[in-house]
């Protein structure tokens, strides 16, 4: 998996057309990513982090919320509470095309009677994630004795693995892990993302 020290949603060894010596046009690939990581922030606001509403779940024993805009659709669903795995997926013309599983630690046990105010928190920094790094918060923030660390361990929006931290007073209370990235179909070659259709 490459590294991307900086963040780039888009792999920079994608080709790219040029115009003159220093426009350049996105490729189909490029904007479709791109596209795709305003709509995770988009979406994240209306979901979880967004006092969503819960939809029917597809799987019993899990709460889920979904967002939907044109041919995008987001469905985020998770079981649990004080350590609440879970799994995000993004279909694009109705079919999935991103995913994201979470979990892990979660509360710290001896910190569970603070999970309440823990998870206020972590969605006011959900709420702050951009397109320059749409899996999860921001790198950093922090609130009163709260502060809360986001941290990409490799790749970008294609293939990725992150961690998240909150700290209370300076003591950990809250650990969560995640990985995804593109999902690619098979007929008789492979389907990438942006060539999906109805």
């Known amino acids: 998996m490459p590294n991307y020290s900086n963040y780039d949603i888009i792999p920079s060894n994608m080709p790219v057309e040029k115009r003159g010596k220093s426009e350049q046009l996105p490729t189909v690939e490029s904007a479709w990513l791109l596209e795709l990581s305003h709509f ?3 979406a994240n606001t209306h979901t979880w982090a967004g006092d969503g509403v819960e939809v029917p779940p597809q799987r019993p ?3 889920e919320l979904e967002y939907k805009r044109g041919d995008w ?3 985020d669903s998770y079981t649990g509470y004080f350590r609440a795995p879970g799994m995000t997926t993004v279909y694009y013309n109705e079919i999935p095309v991103w995913t994201q599983s979470y979990g892990g630690t979660g509360m710290a046990e001896s910190h569970y ?3 309440e ?3 206020q928190f972590l969605r006011a920094a959900l709420k702050r ?3 320059e790094l749409p899996f999860r918060g921001p790198k950093e923030f922090t609130r009163k004795d709260f502060r809360y660390r986001f941290h990409l361990d490799e790749g970008d929006i294609t293939d990725f693995a992150w961690r998240e931290s909150i700290s209370y007073q300076g003591i950990a209370v809250f650990l969560q ?3 995804g990235g593109l999902v690619v179909h098979k007929t008789r070659q492979p389907i990438q993302p ?3 259709a109805k």
């Open 117 to 119: 105010p823990t998870f």
């Open 40 to 42: 995770i922030v988009e």
């Open 194 to 196: 942006w060539e999906t």
């Open 113 to 115: 009677p603070m999970a």
């Open 61 to 63: 024993g899990y709460k």
């Open 129 to 131: 994630v951009t397109p």
């Open 177 to 179: 892990r995640g990985f």
């Open 73 to 75: 659709y987001l469905r």
